[in-house]
């Protein structure tokens, strides 16, 4: 227990009246910390770790200390105690002191009366000393209380949010956030085992690492999610050139076929393009998706987005040339068509003209109708018919007006 020093000083420099007041200050200041020890001692967090589960860590460290310090200017405030009790009843019990009894309360009292760990300490600076360190100690169990009401919960919290995010991660074939929620996983199981030994250094790695790491995470799901939703767009509308390319390239086939039987030596007339581009592995169309669609699959959202886009460049280009072809295998049938339509126009003049009936055009007309609509057409023929029919009808015409 400390000592008190035993000499005085020499001369007074109060008065009974202020070592009776400053004795009541004294009193009523211990008798208030000691209250907030009392207090401080009620709580469970208070001994849970002082009287509980050995703590370590984080924890440790921060209470180690303010105890510490608490135990040491303890044992001062007891010989405080002591010195105020005999204070009172040199100046307290209504008679007039002496003055050598006087002068040793208002040392006591006032000066560094009290030894403490080689310090000489006022009583009114032990008391400072031990606000600063019950409220040191106070922190430290309210940082503590605070993880049993908020970090504790979340903890909990996100043990139940990884499941369904872990859900979502495989649902996308997301690998890096699942083996991230994975991880996250295991360290909340761990931290919750940690958190009755130290709660502080606890809240801190949630604070510091699980929070930032779960949105880290939420953050990857939701790009996934947007990227999934992208992509499978861009794969229907894949699927949807793909089944184009393949009608329209049936067209084709059967255009150019078509022309073939109908038409006798057809000019300009393109062949189909190969189907391999289609089927062909590795680089057809379709293999090539199959590919595409695999990797989107597996959670591989940005190549299989940039895949994608290459593809169907290459399939507008596919089309393009097909469309290319179709337009030109066409032409003929086209010109079969139109010279039809100039056949049937000139009759119907001849015929309004009043020359329907007159056997060169006639002739001209049947043998150019005859090519015109036979399975096969000869464009050639059918077109010096048709331009003769004209020419005849207008020397007819000339022929007729003139007589008039």
């Known amino acids: 227990m400390p000592a008190r020093a035993s000499a005085s000083p020499d001369e007074v420099w109060r008065g009974e009246r202020d070592v009776r007041a400053h004795l ?208 499978l767009g861009e794969m229907d509308r894949a699927h949807a050139r793909l089944a184009e390319l393949r009608d329209m390239h049936a067209r084709v086939v059967e255009e150019a076929g078509s022309v073939w039987s109908k038409i006798v030596h057809p000019r300009g007339l393109m062949g189909p393009p190969d189907p391999a581009y289609l089927t062909e592995p590795p680089m057809g169309l379709e293999p090539w998706l199959a590919r595409l669609q695999t990797l989107c699959r597996s959670g591989s959202h940005r190549p299989a987005w940039r895949g994608l886009q290459s593809w169907l460049q290459a399939a507008d280009e596919a089309l393009a040339r097909e469309q290319e072809v179709l337009a030109a295998n066409r032409a003929p049938l086209q010109r079969r068509r139109e010279l039809r339509g100039l056949l049937s126009s000139l009759k119907a003049k001849a015929e309004a003209l009043g020359m329907g009936l007159d056997p060169d055009l006639a002739g001209i007309e049947g043998r150019a109708r005859a090519i015109l609509y036979m399975a096969q057409t000869d464009h050639d023929e059918a077109a010096l018919l048709v331009k003769e029919y004209g020419d005849r009808l207008r020397v007819v015409n000339s022929k007729e007006v003139s007589y008039r």
């Open 24 to 231: 009541q200050h004294l009193g009523v200041r211990a008798a208030g910390i000691e209250s907030d020890l009392v207090n401080l001692q009620r709580s469970l967090t208070y001994q849970l770790l002082f009287d509980g589960e050995r703590v370590s860590g984080v924890t440790l460290a921060r209470l180690e200390p303010v105890a510490r310090a608490v135990d040491e200017l303890w044992l001062g405030f007891g010989v405080l105690n002591e010195v105020l009790a005999e204070a009172a009843q040199v100046v307290g019990n209504g008679v007039r002191p002496d003055l050598d009894d006087l002068r040793m309360m208002e040392w006591q009292l006032f000066e560094e009366s009290l030894e403490l760990g080689g310090r000489h300490l006022t009583p009114e600076a032990l008391l400072d000393d031990l606000v600063q360190a019950l409220s040191a100690t106070a922190q430290v169990v309210e940082e503590v209380n605070d993880v049993w009401r908020h970090t504790v919960p979340g903890l909990a919290r996100c043990a139940e949010e990884v499941e369904p995010l872990l859900r979502q991660a495989h649902g996308i074939g997301a690998a890096v956030p699942a083996e991230h929620l994975r991880q996250l996983q295991a360290q909340v199981s761990w931290l919750r085992g940690q958190a009755p030994r130290d709660p502080i250094g606890v809240a801190e790695a949630f604070q510091r690492d699980v929070l930032p790491r779960f949105e880290l995470a939420r953050g990857q799901l939701r790009d996934g999610l947007r990227q999934q939703r992208e992509v």
